[in-house]
C-alpha cells in the first residue's frame, strides 16, 4: 500500500527560491496516495505559480483569508480541520517568526494555528539567517510546541553561500512527511474502540424481517479512522453490504438483542464507545415459527420495546467507557439531540439531518453537529471517511480532557 494512502495534507509554500521544488513536491507526495491541497503566501507566488500547483495537485491553491469565494469553497476552518498534517515547505525565516509567536496574519498562519493535525517545518533560508540567533529561538520554541523540523540540510545555497539553511531534498522531504504521519498514527495507540454500525433485523417469521435504511457506512467508516489513528477496533455490525475494515475485530450481528448482548460484553474492556448503529426500537413479540400466510385480508403484529444499547453502555458503574450516540433527525435537530444525550447519560452525541438531501442514510456524505453538555462543534457536508477522521479527533480530544 502507498505510505500515504488516503491523508489529508495542506502543502503551504512560503517565499522562498526553493518554492521552485513545490510542484515537484506535490506530485511525489501524491503519488505516495496523498491528497493535497496547496496554500500560498503572497511572496511565494513570486517564485511559483498557482496554476502550476493546481494542475499537479487536482485542487485549487488557496492564498487569500480574506477571498469570501475562496471562503466559501473551502474556508480556513475547514481546511484546518481536513488536514491530517500540515507542512510548511519551504518555510522561511519570517513565517517560522510569524508561527513561533502565533500569528495568523495570512491563510497558511492562520490554518496552521487553527488545525489539531501535526505541524512539519522545512526551512529554508540563508546560512547566515538560519544562524541568526533569533531564528535559533523561534525554531526551539516551535519544536517544543510540538511541530517537527524537516532539516534544514547543508550545501550551496542559491546566494553563493555554503552552510546550513537549504531545503531538504524533495524524497527527504516525502521520508520526513511518512515518518511524521505514522508517528501520528499512534496518537489512538493502547487505545480500544468498540463501534455499532449499520441496521439490525428483526424477524417476523422465518422469511420475513423488519428493519431500516442504515447503510453502515458512517460506522464503518469511524472503525477505519480509529484504526488508521493506531486504535484495537471492535466492529459490531448489523447486516451490511460493506466488507468490515482490515484489522478490525469483526462482530456481525443480526437482531436489536444480540448487538446488545455483545457491546455490553465489549464495552467494559474499551476505552470509547461510539454507537453508530441504527438499532429498531422494537422488536415483534412473538416471532411465528412457519412462514405466516395470508388468510386474513389484514393483520396485527404486537411488537416488544428493544433495550437501548448505547445507554446501557453509558449506565455501566463500573467500566464504563466514553460513550458516544448519534441521532438522526427529521426536525429540531438541536433539542432532540440535547434531549437524547442528558436522557441517555451520553459524553457525546452526533446529530444529523437526515431529511437533508445528499447526506444521512446510505449516502457517502454527511454533516454532522456534535453536542456535549456544554458546547457544540460543527462539522460540515464532507465523505463520511472524513467525517469520520475529524470526528474521532473530537471524541478522543474530548474523552482526554475528561480522564
Ligand atoms: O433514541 P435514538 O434511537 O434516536 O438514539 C440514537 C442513538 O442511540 C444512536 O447512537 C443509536 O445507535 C443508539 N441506540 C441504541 N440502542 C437502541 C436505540 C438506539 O444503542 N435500542
Known sequence: MQALHNKNIVLGITGGIAAYKGPELVRRLKEQG???RVVVTESAKAFVTPLSLQAVSANPVSDDLLDPQAELAMGHIELAKWADLVVVAPATANTIAKLAHGMADDLLTT????????????????????????????????????A??????????????????????????????????STNQQLLAGQHWVITAGPTQEPIDPVRYISNHSSGKMGYAVAQAALEAGAKVTLISGPTKLAPPQGADFIPVITAAEM??????????????????????????????????????????SMVKNPDIVADVAGLTQGRPFTVGF????????????????????????????????????????????FSADDRTELALTSKSQLAKELVAIISSKAERKA
Not at 512539519?120 to 531564528?135: D, G, L, V
Not at 547543508?154 to 531534498?169: F, H, K, N, T
Not at 476505552?271 to 412457519?290: E, G, K, L, S
Not at 435537530?333 to 436522557?343: D, I, M, N, P, S
Request: charged share 15%; hydrophobic share 45%; with cysteine.
Open 34 to 36: 496523498a491528497n493535497v
Open 111 to 146: 490554518i496552521a494555528l487553527a488545525t489539531a493535525a501535526p505541524l512539519a517545518i522545512a526551512p529554508a533560508m540563508n546560512q547566515q539567517m538560519w544562524h541568526n540567533p533569533m531564528t535559533q529561538k523561534n525554531v526551539a520554541a516551535l519544536t517544543a510546541y510540538g
Open 148 to 181: 517537527t523540523l524537516l532539516g534544514p540540510g547543508s550545501g550551496e545555497q542559491a546566494c553563493g553561500d555554503v552552510g546550513l539553511g537549504r531545503m531538504l531534498d524533495v524524497p527527504e522531504l516525502v521520508s520526513g512527511v511518512i515518518e511524521v504521519l
Open 260 to 301: 446488545h448482548q455483545q457491546a455490553l460484553s465489549h464495552a467494559t474492556s474499551a476505552n470509547i464507545f461510539v454507537a453508530c448503529a441504527a438499532v429498531a426500537d422494537y422488536r415483534v413479540a412473538q416471532v411465528a415459527d412457519q412462514k405466516i400466510k395470508k388468510h386474513e385480508d389484514a393483520m396485527q403484529i
Open 327 to 370: 441521532a438522526a433527525e427529521t426536525q429540531d435537530v438541536e433539542q432532540y439531540a440535547r434531549g437524547k444525550l442528558q436522557r441517555k447519560n451520553l459524553d457525546l452525541i452526533a446529530a444529523n439531518n437526515v431529511s437533508l438531501s445528499g447526506q444521512g442514510f446510505n449516502s457517502d456524505d454527511n454533516a454532522l453537529t456534535v
